[in-house]
């Protein structure tokens, strides 16, 4: 894993747009949430052979269950949820001749319980485990807590009391978060079982992560990732339809460009928003992607005229990256992303996500009535480059890098450019799924998402529809109640940062399906 850092950087800061940002900001809503059932944790179908099942004490006895030194309880609240803890705690037995010392942990998956437990070596800050200890001096009190947990599951271990006392839990209750309500979706269905449950994991996956801003996940990095934005953006306009949440972000990256003009991957909003000093090639594209969509949404004519400037900047900056054949060519300055996995060669799906942006970005100009001959002739130039020199003829696959590599990545990205005819991009597609499938150094719904979203785009549906049900329908197998950041069907221990406690269990980039079904699903 490879961070950025250490370069100094200037932002620019455009206070209109971060008011504008501002005006878009509507207060959360809340649901409580009370817990259905104490739970154990076993070995059985689950991540890595970690489930769940109904422990032998009830929930309905919780103020009976007197719990001392070592002993602790699984709450469940039958469902994942992001907000606020609480419960009463009081003391039985003699007078609390010492404090109490409580550990709590909140998992979104059983096997965060067994993995919490171990030596932490994952590549992430171990900060971001949600656990917490906490000395309580006086019973009987309301424990709340004050930082926000994503979860469905919470533990209560008592590390001690004394052993003249123990205590007892009363009346545990979650504040569940989030910008929009499942109440409010537009429901659709289709007519096959899985498929709907499917849909139901998306919305509630999307619902989770829609917060102040689309975060990508809740439990972490809990913060605006454009690359998660764009496809979360697409979700819920298949789902909640809530335009203000995407013009507040799309206004808060359009406000903070760096003075040269890229765009941020990520910002952080916790308090005044902060632009992160990370940049992906593709995930700065996806500005122009976004707000794209959001205009085939919205036909909201004046966002589009305001961050179209910002927009151009970030395009300015991407067409640096040509070379000169007119392909790009990437250094270790602004990398991309396309998939957690580094295995492949990324080179291809960089110029043709280029060419997916800049057909976009070519549509706004005409939005506001810009001239875009210029762009229209970069374009051409590119597909022309394309064409000559990462295109075999003979075998009908894009090739990537300087070693001619053939990967799936580089078709779909190719495919969802639309350079070729329909027929050629649907041969391609079918003959990629003989080729690649089951993908080898895949490792994330978000590019699972491309896939299909290729396989769709070139009239290859049931292939397309016989995946989602595979790769999701895993998850759910597995126990999802919310998909995740990172699923790879072939090694089930996967963690793209070596440790199986750290990965988000509700990520928001997995939710697609409810897009992908709504838009393709006949
Ligand atoms: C991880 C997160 C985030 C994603 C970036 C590129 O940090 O999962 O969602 O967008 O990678």
């Not at 060519?329 to 800049?358: H, M, Q, R």
């Not at 090694?491 to 070596?498: A, E, Q, V």
Request: include cysteine; proline fraction near 4%; glycine fraction near 4%.
């Amino acid at each position: 894993m490879h961070f950025q850092t250490g370069k100094k950087i200037d932002f620019d800061r455009n206070n209109k747009f971060l008011d504008k940002a501002k005006d878009a900001q509507k207060p959360l809503l809340t649901e409580t949430v009370v817990p259905q059932k104490l739970v154990t944790v076993t070995k059985g179908k689950g991540i890595d052979g970690i489930t769940i099942e109904a422990s032998n004490q009830k929930l309905e006895n919780l103020s009976h269950i007197k719990l001392g030194k070592g002993d602790s309880i699984i709450l469940d609240l039958g469902n994942h949820h992001v907000g606020y803890f609480s419960v009463e705690i009081s003391s039985v037995g003699s007078p609390m001749d010492a404090p109490l010392f409580l550990h709590l942990v909140f998992a979104e998956q059983p096997i965060e319980f067994v993995k919490i437990t171990e030596p932490y070596d994952g590549a992430l800050s171990k900060s971001w485990l949600q656990e917490d200890y906490i000395h309580v001096d006086q019973l009987p009190t309301v424990l709340k807590l004050n930082r926000r947990y994503s979860c469905r599951y919470i533990k209560l271990e008592v590390i001690d009391t004394s052993p003249k006392w123990k205590v007892v839990f009363h009346n545990p209750t979650f504040e569940a978060k989030s910008a929009v309500s499942l109440a409010n979706i537009a429901t659709f269905k289709t007519d096959d079982d899985q498929l709907n449950k499917i849909i139901a994991v998306s919305a509630k996956t999307l619902q989770d992560c829609m917060q102040d801003v689309f975060e990508d996940g809740p439990k972490r990095d809990r913060r605006l990732w454009l690359g998660d934005l764009r496809l979360q953006a697409l979700a819920n306009y298949a789902s909640f339809n809530d335009q203000n949440l995407v013009k507040r972000c799309l206004y808060l990256f359009g406000a903070l460009p760096t003075s040269s003009g890229r765009i941020t991957s990520n910002l952080f909003t916790g308090s005044e928003p902060i632009p992160d000093d990370t940049f992906l090639y593709d995930y700065g594209l996806f500005f122009i992607s976004t707000l794209f969509d959001y205009y085939q949404q919205y036909h909201d004519k004046e966002t589009v005229k305001d961050l179209f400037l910002p927009a151009k900047r970030e395009l300015a900056q991407a067409l640096l990256y040509l070379n000169k054949q007119n392909l790009v060519e990437l250094k270790s300055d602004w990398p991309i992303y396309v998939d957690s996995g580094n295995n492949f060669d990324k080179s291809t799906c960089a110029t043709a996500i280029l060419i997916y942006a800049l057909k976009q970005f070519i549509s706004l100009g005409q939005v506001v009535n810009e001239d875009m001959t210029d762009y229209t002739r970069k374009l051409q130039d590119i597909v022309e480059a394309v064409l000559n020199n990462l295109y075999d003829k003979k075998t009908g696959f894009f090739v990537s890098g300087k070693n001619k590599e053939i990967n799936v990545a580089s078709q779909v990205w190719m495919v969802l450019a639309h350079i070729l005819t329909d027929e050629k991009n649907q041969q391609l597609m079918a003959a990629s799924m003989k080729k690649f499938y089951p993908f080898k150094d895949i490792t994330t719904p978000y590019m699972y998402h491309h896939i299909v979203a290729a396989l769709f785009e070139s009239s290859n549906n049931e292939l397309a529809i016989n995946l989602i049900k595979k790769y999701w329908g895993g998850m759910l197998d597995l126990g999802a109640d919310t998909f995740w950041e990172a699923f790879k069907p072939d090694d089930l221990d996967f963690s793209p940062y070596n440790n199986l406690a750290i990965n988000s269990y509700c990520h928001a980039w997995s939710c697609t399906p409810i897009y992908l079904l709504k838009k393709y699903y006949k």
